[in-house]
């Protein structure tokens, strides 16, 4: 009986460590902070309706613009024809794939928020009901500051 005991316990000793190690692998690799793989740009894909990552169907013609600029614009197409929910998306989602953008979050965030209290007629309320943890909250400073 104390073998099996001993047994099971080396067992447990072994595998254990293995386990959380692969779980922990598998958890960092979902991170925000994690370049995306093919399966996100899928989801994105597919959740865009026509397969355009970024960019809608009756996107503004961007070229030449600093890219900043280009994502603004790409920005308020993504409020005036959805809502400020996936216009935010779509800045964390550039945020995560040009890091070179991101000393630009929080004006372009804030930017939303203002823009989002327009299309709603002033309803601060509803505007930032679409709030997200992007850009340290920059969003809901921009419906405030409307």
């Given at each position: 009986?104390?073998?099996?005991?001993?047994?099971?316990?080396?067992?447990?000793?072994?595998?254990?460590?293995?386990?959380?190690?692969?779980?922990?692998?598998?958890?960092?690799?979902?991170?925000p902070?994690?370049?995306?793989?093919?399966?996100?740009?899928?989801?994105?894909?597919?959740?865009?309706?026509?397969?355009?990552?970024?960019?809608?169907?009756?996107?503004?013609?961007?070229?030449?613009?600093?890219?900043?600029?280009?994502?603004?614009?790409?920005?308020?197409?993504?409020?005036?024809?959805?809502?400020?929910?996936?216009?935010?998306?779509?800045?964390?989602?550039?945020m995560?794939?040009?890091?070179?953008?991101?000393?630009?979050c929080s004006?372009?965030?804030?930017?939303?928020?203002?823009?989002?209290?327009r299309?709603?007629?002033?309803?601060?309320?509803?505007?930032?009901?679409?709030?997200r943890?992007?850009?340290?909250?920059?969003?809901?400073?921009?419906?405030?500051?409307?």
């Amino acid at each position: 009986m104390k073998q099996l005991v001993r047994r099971i316990g080396q067992t447990v000793a072994l595998t254990l460590p293995v386990i959380l190690v692969t779980t922990g692998t598998l958890a960092v690799t979902r991170v925000p902070w994690a370049p995306p793989t093919g399966l996100d740009q899928q989801v994105v894909a597919a959740s865009s309706g026509d397969g355009t990552i970024g960019r809608t169907a009756t996107a503004t013609n961007t070229q030449g613009m600093a890219p900043q600029d280009a994502l603004r614009v790409d920005l308020m197409d993504e409020l005036r024809t959805h809502n400020p929910g996936t216009a935010l998306d779509l800045l964390e989602r550039t945020m995560r794939e040009k890091p070179a953008l991101t000393p630009y979050c929080s004006t372009l965030a804030a930017d939303l928020g203002k823009a989002a209290v327009r299309k709603y007629q002033g309803d601060a309320q509803r505007a930032r009901s679409f709030a997200r943890p992007v850009c340290d909250g920059a969003f809901a400073a921009g419906v405030v500051g409307q």
